[in-house]
């Protein structure tokens, strides 16, 4: 067997006429039928194999040591008061919870948990609900949070808006029945959603 300069094995006719080269790729064929080559394509090493590794399992969500690649989560976003309170009292009956993510999130499940201390402390909490300004409901009355947002609930999820870094998250939030004296109704609002992390 005849090696070329580069280490490829040659056939054919050492003075040229036919010669082909293995590390030579045919990219077409002239009138006469002589083959017209191309760039000259790496061989591997004689005696090198090519076996492939496999990645280790926790490797699995990471491009490189350190390197996540791009996931979802279903993290919780808390909602609190813009008045500094998340109790509604006789001289508070509208509270309008909030959250500002951080990240990219779109909302999908209300946790809604409420304390009512008194006899008056019966109302049920409405809602209005938006991502930034957009209205995340299909009329503008208001809907009740509490039915909706039960922690016990079975399949209660909402499609909500995709939102960018910086959005407001807001729940305008009034009591359908009045307070009276000292009785309150202390409420959290948590909203779970997907996070692009």
């Known amino acids: 067997m005849m090696y070329d300069e580069y280490g490829n094995e040659v056939e054919g006719d050492v003075m040229g006429a036919g010669m082909v080269t293995t590390g030579m790729e045919v990219v077409g064929y002239e009138d006469d039928g002589s083959a017209v080559y191309g760039a000259r394509r790496p061989l591997p090493r ?38 500094g309170t998340n109790t509604f009292t006789a001289a508070l009956p509208t509270i309008t919870f909030q959250g500002q993510i951080q990240k990219p999130f779109r909302g999908e499940r209300l946790l809604v ?12 909490l409405i809602g209005q609900l938006f991502v930034g300004t957009d209205l995340q409901q299909l009329d ?31 729940l305008v939030t ?4 009045v307070l009276t004296g000292t009785d309150t109704i202390a409420t959290t609002i948590t909203l779970l959603g997907r996070l692009v992390h």
Do not use: H
């Open 46 to 83: 004689r005696g090198v194999s090519r076996i492939a590794v496999q990645r280790p399992n926790w490797r699995a969500t990471t491009l490189a040591p350190g390197v996540i690649a791009p996931d979802q989560g279903l993290l919780p976003l808390p909602m609190t008061g813009r008045t």
């Open 113 to 124: 948990s409420t304390v009512r201390t008194g006899a008056t402390a019966v109302g049920r």
């Open 140 to 170: 503008i009355d208001g809907f009740d949070l509490e039915q909706v947002g039960t922690p016990n609930a079975f399949g209660v999820r909402l499609t909500m808006k995709p939102a960018q870094p910086g959005v407001f998250i807001r």
């Open 174 to 177: 009034t009591l359908n029945s």
